[in-house]
């Protein structure tokens, strides 16, 4: 487990991240007419079980929801089904970089990035 200053602080700082994070999924999920359903104490779960991004293999930071601080470590809660919401099941907590990388790319977007970049130069 990394040995950042929100996992120190025994969980408070985790606990309030979780909380900072479910206000804004709750927010996202409305405005998009889908559930929320996951609470706070699973997305402590959750962040104390992913220490490194598992699309990346980097460390994460748990840190801000936003603002200027945000890094490419940093944590970051996506749907794995964009169409079913924000539940326990279908998130995951990924790298900052990671979900820019995924934003809007589609597969056949990224296999052709990786076909151009392993071309002869």
Same mark, same amino acid.
Request: some cysteine; charged content about 20%; glycine content about 6%.
């Given at each position: +487990?990394?040995?950042?200053?929100?996992?120190?602080?025994?969980?408070?700082?985790?606990?309030?991240?979780?909380?900072?994070?479910?206000?804004?999924?709750?927010?996202?999920?409305?405005?998009?007419?889908?559930?929320?359903?996951?609470?706070?104490?699973?997305?402590?779960?959750?962040?104390?079980?992913?220490?490194?991004?598992?699309?990346?293999?980097?460390?994460?930071?748990?840190?801000?929801?936003?603002?200027?601080?945000?890094?490419?470590?940093?944590?970051?809660?996506? +749907?794995?089904?964009?169409?079913?919401?924000?539940?326990?099941?279908?998130?995951?907590?990924?790298?900052?970089?990671?979900?820019?990388?995924?934003?809007?790319?589609?597969?056949?977007? +990224?296999?052709?990035?990786?076909?151009? +970049?392993?071309?002869?130069?």
């Amino acid at each position: +487990m990394a040995d950042t200053p929100e996992r120190k602080q025994g969980g408070d700082a985790l606990a309030t991240l979780a909380r900072d994070y479910v206000r804004l999924l709750q927010q996202r999920a409305k405005a998009r007419g889908l559930p929320c359903t996951l609470q706070p104490a699973e997305l402590v779960s959750m962040l104390r079980e992913t220490t490194v991004c598992p699309v990346l293999g980097i460390a994460l930071q748990p840190g801000r929801v936003r603002g200027p601080h945000i890094v490419d470590a940093t944590t970051t809660i996506v +749907m794995l089904d964009p169409g079913q919401g924000y539940t326990r099941d279908n998130v995951a907590v990924i790298s900052h970089r990671a979900n820019r990388l995924l934003a809007d790319a589609t597969l056949a977007e +990224m296999q052709a990035i990786v076909k151009w +970049m392993k071309r002869p130069h």
